[in-house]
């Protein structure tokens, strides 16, 4: 066991919770976060999305933050309560801070803030400390400032394959002997100039998202944030810490087919969760559940399917994708979404794939209601990014669990 990645914390804020256990309840209760805008300024607000339901000044309370100006990005809110609550979990005291690495997904960064006064800028100064919060590494500076000094702290920005990569490479950095503890995952606000991005590609639905169905009609945006605390073996033995699970493997590829569309057969996400199934040393059939990607736009829900079933044959596990109870939180998706399909390998059972009425033609048919599967072993966390960056986890239950 001397080069198991081991997971020893967890921590995720999105719609449906601002910790684990209102997460888990959602979940089992089938309860989407998915409504009506309340806190991005936008004149789209007949576009459904995923907010964290506590405004920025609420953010502010909950992590004991005095509110005043330069106010932190909201990525950056997010991210720093999902932090405290993994490193709490993970038991981690400043002396194990210091050794340990960080590594975030991200692609707003401080986006929110400066897009707010921007026009401000070539006028007077007032508003000029927000140029600094703009770019990716000055979120995750802020964020791993919030839990002290870590040794190293890194960004990843591959688009909504972000946090997934992040977690690759922290996984990497244990194997290489580069860190024994890494944190690791992804935040990520709603910001208007990606809200509209999304929108001008004509991938955003009107109502409620529907992965997987003959219907879709495109995604919901989301936002929050998810990290799991990576440990060597050794480190949380040392440490006495028992590990919630493993990252027993892990796959990336790029199809390099289109700037944002997956090729027909859904070559990258097929490679990628063959890559993860062949580090772990598993068989097709040996996984349990897969958390799928599933943003219910028609290329992606076409091209995972695909992808699934050129893997899998007709031995198909679970499939479900839970961005019908989060929205689609871009950067952070699969720091959340590794989380959500943490609690279901930990608690025995399947997240719902709400929405769903009619299979697309040769698509697959998704679990439709929580479904209770107990002693489950291995699941897959699927994560898909523009430009084909597509990435694969697997999560494997705890040996001295099993």
Known sequence: MSGTVCITGMGVVCAIGTDQSAVLESLLSCRSGIGPVRYLDTVHRDLPVGEVPLSDRELYGALGMEWREPVLPRSALLGCMALREAVGQAGLGPEDIRRAAL??????????????YYRDYLTDSLHDAYIAFHDCRSCTDLVAGSAGRFRTVNTVSTACSSAANAVILGSMMIEAGEADIVVAGGCECLSKFHFNGF???????????RPFDADRGGLNLGEGAGWLVLESAASAARRGVRPLAVLSGYGNAC??????????????????????????????????????????????????????????GDRLPCVSSTKAFTGHTTSASAGVEAVISLLALRNGFIPANLNWSAPMEDGIIPVTETLCRPGMKHVLCNSFGFGGNDSALLLSRYADDE
């Not at 590594?103 to 707010?116: A, I, L, N, Q, Y």
């Not at 929108?199 to 998202?209: A, E, K, T, V």
């Open 103 to 116: 590594v975030s997904g991200t692609t707003v960064g401080g986006m929110d803030r400066s897009e707010k």
């Open 199 to 209: 929108n001008s590609l004509m991938i955003l639905d009107r109502r409620p998202c």
């Open 255 to 312: 199809d390099a087919y289109h700037q944002t569309a997956t090729s027909d057969n859904g070559e990258g996400p097929y490679l990628a969760m063959r890559q993860a199934l062949e580090m772990g040393g598993f068989e097709p059939s040996e996984v349990d559940y897969i958390n799928a990607h599933g943003t219910a736009t028609e290329n992606n829900d076409r091209t995972e399917a695909a992808a699934i079933c050129r893997l899998f």
